[in-house]
């Protein structure tokens, strides 16, 4: 275990290295349940609490972290922002101050704020693991998406990955072009100009850009579709009802892909406005698969970020 | 008859070109005469072997918080602040609660900084009323009480024609027109510079055209109304460069720059520290080099500081909720002397100029000179000695600096302020 884990958390993907990355992959798949049983239970984390804090509405997220920490045998006690004292006005540094003081052995936190798990990791002792900062990083979906791919692919090196939609607002691309990255993959980013800024490019190595599906698609191994974040845009990208005919997954472009190709989503999918409902429902969609590794990721990386 | 003498110092004046060992007598306020071996026996007398002696420094751009928001600084706690960055004069904008744009706030601030600041503050008078970019402020009645200048700093004025009638107005009372360049529509929403590392931290960008577009209109306005118009705090290259175009064709135009803003870049914000989070953003490595650029030509008039104090409990929240700016009159000579003389870019008595004649010449104060009869206005600096800035330890009432714990090489030695000593370091 290095260092950041420990002492910090699991605040970004950035900062991992490799082998890092690597060791929580293997662990989660150790974590997988056999085909048709659930998961086992298991007392590594017998005696420790594990706070999830959510400023920010999930249900996956949520329900995968607190029972990835209850496998393990660790206690966890959820709290939503709203009906708290955070709604009282109360700032996000007395408010994890007061929980801290509790000691939990770990803060599981999302927050509407980039960086607020890394500003609060300055100010506090405890290990906070980011689940998801406001439009920077959603570390623990980015692993959960390499353990998905990797259950149908022998490596990430050498992968075409296209990910499609809002990258400009999105935790999760940001994410997975990271962890992509370190492991040599080539990522096509695609979506309107103005979700699409052009620094992503310098983003990390092998990063290319395209506004047009048909070329991002072209020849890939996994197409990874985001979720149109209206609560994070503060203006249309272009005229209402084009984003699906231009941005919108349907059957017709998988064609231009790899023949096993995988579609990706993080969820939660709206039908019709990313992809076609067809498409969620095809053989290619492995968007259930992801939700299923969420658990055993999130559980490799509480054992690593908790364990004695 | 009150006097002072200081002696054994290097005296750099700008103004007449000396730069030399030299005594500065003091006599009733005024500078008596500079020159060798000065005969002043009953004179108190300053020992400034060893350091440069200079006409006192002029910070053309502070917030004093005062009227209204005293909890983040006050006229008197940021005056001391100023004497302890070695500053003798401050000019402080008008975004106070109320906004100074009638003469009953600007004489409230002339005469709150008579009785309680250590050092010569000037009020800058709002442009609008209220600041809301609408109806023009009584710049004439602010002007007979004592503005020295006019700017909606922090709230610039989006309507180019309301900013037509100020500059046509400010004419006729000879007032320069100061503008915080920045394009609201454009910045909206923005956290930080606009660029590579905006993108990688998931911040919201504020481009560098927000400004751009302004100093464009700006410097258009100014050539059709004839105003003196200087750019606030100015940060990008292209700003650079339109303003030293607008100067060649012989336009009033000036501008100034803070000492953040060519001391560092949008690569500090890695940590989502909100000390780092002011307007105009920390720019990019290309913006930076072309601001120092602008310091060597000659193109910068200023360096001001732009000291924005805000509450603690402002800045310890998440980065997008934090209130923009930063305190800044400590550090603006260590941080000079570190970018600008110490890595060789400008000569010392620059610097000097950017402190002194620089500010005064742009809002045609009767200051920043050691000529006989000039006010007796002295900083006294030192080039080499080590010092680290604690942020615990400023006279400001704030603590958003991100120059905490920093190392400087040179620093203000003594602040002397109408012939007397207003402070110096221990």
């Known amino acids: ?308 | 008859m009150s006097s002072l003498l200081i002696y054994g110092g290097r005296v750099i004046d700008p103004a007449s070109g000396f730069d030399g060992l030299a005594d500065v007598l003091i006599v009733d306020g005024l500078i008596e005469a500079v020159g060798l071996n000065l005969n002043a026996e009953s004179a108190p007398r300053f020992d400034a072997t060893g350091r440069i002696v200079a006409p006192g420094f002029i910070d053309m751009h502070v917030h004093l918080r005062e009227p209204g928001i005293e909890h983040a600084e006050t006229i008197e706690t940021g005056a001391r602040a100023a004497a302890a960055g070695g500053f003798t004069t401050i000019c402080c904008m008008a975004n106070t609660i109320p906004v100074n744009d009638s003469a009953t706030v600007t004489s409230y601030i002339v005469q709150r900084a008579r009785e309680v600041a250590c050092v010569n503050v000037f009020p800058i008078g709002a442009i609008t009323k209220g600041s809301l970019g609408e109806e023009l402020a009584a710049i004439g009645s602010m002007h007979s009480a004592g503005i020295v200048a006019i700017s909606d700093d922090g709230r610039p004025v989006m309507n180019a024609r309301v900013m037509r009638r100020a500059m046509e107005l400010a004419r006729a009372f000879d007032l320069t027109v100061i503008d915080h360049c920045e394009d609201l529509n454009l910045s909206a929403g923005g956290d930080m510079h606009e660029g590579m590392q905006s993108v990688r931290l998931g911040l919201r960008g504020i481009p560098s055209s927000s400004e751009d577009v302004m100093v464009a209109r700006d410097l258009l306005l100014a050539e059709q109304t004839g105003a003196r118009f200087h750019v606030a705090h100015l940060s990008t290259r292209r700003s650079v460069a339109m303003v030293a175009y607008a100067r060649s064709r012989g336009l009033k135009v000036s501008c100034e720059v803070t000492p953040h803003h060519f001391a560092i870049t949008d690569e500090e914000l890695s940590g989502y520290d909100s000390n780092y989070r002011m307007k105009p953003p920390l720019r990019c490595h290309a913006d930076v080099d072309a601001i120092i650029d602008g310091i060597v030509s000659g193109v910068v008039d200023a360096i001001a500081t732009d000291h924005a104090p805000h509450a603690g409990s402002e800045k310890m929240q998440e980065f997008e909720r934090c209130p923009f700016g930063i305190t800044g009159l400590e550090t603006a000579i260590g941080l000079s002397l570190g970018e600008l003389v110490h890595k060789g870019r400008i000569p010392l008595s620059r610097m000097v100029e950017l402190f002194t004649t620089g500010p005064a010449n742009v809002l045609k104060l009767d200051r920043g000179t050691l000529k006989p009869g000039a006010q007796g206005d002295v900083t006294v600096f030192d080039l080499d000695a080590e010092w680290t800035f604690d942020v615990q330890e400023s006279y400001s009432k704030s603590r958003n600096s991100p120059f905490n714990g920093r190392r400087f090489r040179g620093g203000p030695i003594a602040t002397i302020v109408g012939g007397k000593p207003v402070w110096n370091r221990v």
């Open chain 1, 1 to 308: 275990m290095t260092s950041e884990l420990r002492t910090a958390g699991l605040l970004d993907i950035e900062s991992l290295d490799r082998a890092e990355i690597e060791a929580i992959l293997e662990r989660a798949r150790f974590f997988q349940p056999p085909p048709g049983e659930t998961y086992r239970r298991l007392d590594s984390l017998k005696g420790k609490t594990v706070v999830n804090l959510f400023f920010e509405a999930s249900t996956r997220t949520r329900v995968s972290f607190e029972i990835a920490a209850r496998r393990l045998g660790a206690e966890t006690i959820t709290i939503a922002a709203q009906g708290s004292s955070v709604s009282k006005g109360e700032s996000l540094v007395d408010t994890l101050n007061t929980l801290a003081a509790m000691r939990p052995h770990a803060i599981v936190m999302r927050h509407a704020a980039s960086g607020a798990p890394r500003f609060l990791a300055r100010h506090l002792q405890i290990p906070i693991v980011n689940a998801g900062d406001g439009t920077h990083e959603h570390p623990t979906q980015a692993l959960l998406d390499a353990r998905t791919i990797l259950d149908h692919r022998p490596s990430l090196s050498n992968l075409r990955v296209a990910i499609i939609g809002d990258i400009a607002h999105s935790r999760v691309a940001r994410s997975n072009v990271h962890l992509l990255s370190k492991f040599g993959a080539e990522i096509v980013l695609c979506g309107p100009p103005s979700l699409l800024p052009r620094e992503l490019a310098q983003l990390a190595p092998g990063v290319h850009l395209a506004w047009h599906m048909t070329e991002a698609i072209q020849g890939a191994d996994v197409i990874m579709m985001l979720r149109v974040q209206l609560e994070r845009q503060h203006e249309a990208p272009m005229a209402a009802g084009e984003y699906f005919r231009f941005y919108g997954l349907r059957l017709e472009h998988l064609q231009l892909a790899k023949p096993d190709a995988i579609v990706m989503h993080p969820g939660p999918i709206n039908r019709g406005r990313e992809l076609s409902s067809e498409v969620a429902d095809s053989q290619r969609s492995v968007i259930l698969n992801q939700v299923e590794n969420g658990v055993a990721v999130r559980m490799a990386v509480l054992e690593r970020v908790l364990g004695s």
